[in-house]
């Protein structure tokens, strides 16, 4: 198994720009979550999906960030518009049923 | 506000050593978990305890979960090189939502 991929790793972009981060989670897990993690705040959960359906999105700091589950394969996070406050590394996790989360390797965000 | 604290933040020792990692809070958890992560990657599942006394070893790590299942402990014994990570205590308490510490930056020198 692949495990959770994320895609891109790194990603430098300028203020008011565009972000959109993409995960692939495991095959067969039921549940994605997306964390964002600072040096100041450490990990954060700003939203968690159960079958494709958003659960909790009281973590999303504000307008500015949307996350999306079109299907039990995908999920995308974007900022519009970024702001430097967003750089940070974005973790998505995966988990069938009540088991253990799985996290993907992160995207470094930088917004400049 | 649920709040899980880990210490210490930040930890070198030389090879051969011993050290013991905490997490306190004052609310009572479903289960402890406790990850490592390693730079660049997403923190991975060592252990999870449930059950309060509990105490779980994984080699050269053990761990222990507070009777009043409030707050958990990691002990390495003879730390080695490879040990080196950031260390993260994570409190259950719903089915999916995690209270954080803050981790325990470790650096083990050969």
């Known amino acids: 198994d692949a495990g959770v991929i994320q895609s891109p790793r790194h990603e430098v972009t300028e203020m008011g720009q565009e972000v959109t981060l993409r995960c692939k989670p495991i095959?067969?897990?039921?549940?994605l979550f997306w964390y964002r993690q600072t040096m100041m705040r450490g990990l954060e959960l700003l939203i968690y999906?159960?079958?494709?359906?958003?659960?909790?999105d009281s973590g999303m700091p504000e307008d500015r960030f949307s996350a999306k589950m079109p299907n039990a394969s995908f999920s995308t996070l974007k900022i519009q518009p970024s702001e430097p406050r967003d750089s940070a590394v974005y973790f998505c996790?995966?988990?069938?049923?009540?088991?253990?989360?799985?996290f993907g390797p992160g995207t470094r965000l930088t917004v400049l | 506000t649920q709040l899980l604290e880990q210490s210490p933040q930040f930890l070198s020792i030389q090879e051969g050593e011993n050290l013991t990692v905490y997490c306190n809070s004052s609310?009572?958890?479903?289960?402890l978990q406790w990850y490592r992560q390693e730079p660049g990657e997403g923190p991975v599942l060592l252990v999870t305890?449930?059950?309060g006394g509990e105490v779980k070893k994984l080699k050269r790590l053990t761990f222990q979960f507070g009777d009043a299942r409030k707050d958990s402990s990691l002990h390495i014994t003879a730390a080695q090189p490879g040990d080196t990570g950031l260390y993260l205590c994570?409190?259950?308490?719903?089915?999916?939502?995690?209270?954080w510490g803050a981790g325990t930056k470790l650096i083990i020198k050969p």
């Open positions: 999906f159960n079958n494709n359906v958003p659960i909790d």
């Open positions: 994570a409190g259950a308490f719903s089915n999916y939502q995690l209270i």
């Open positions: 095959s067969g897990h039921n549940s």
């Open positions: 305890v449930v059950t």
């Open positions: 609310s009572v958890f479903s289960s």
């Open positions: 996790a995966s988990r069938a049923m009540d088991h253990e989360q799985f």
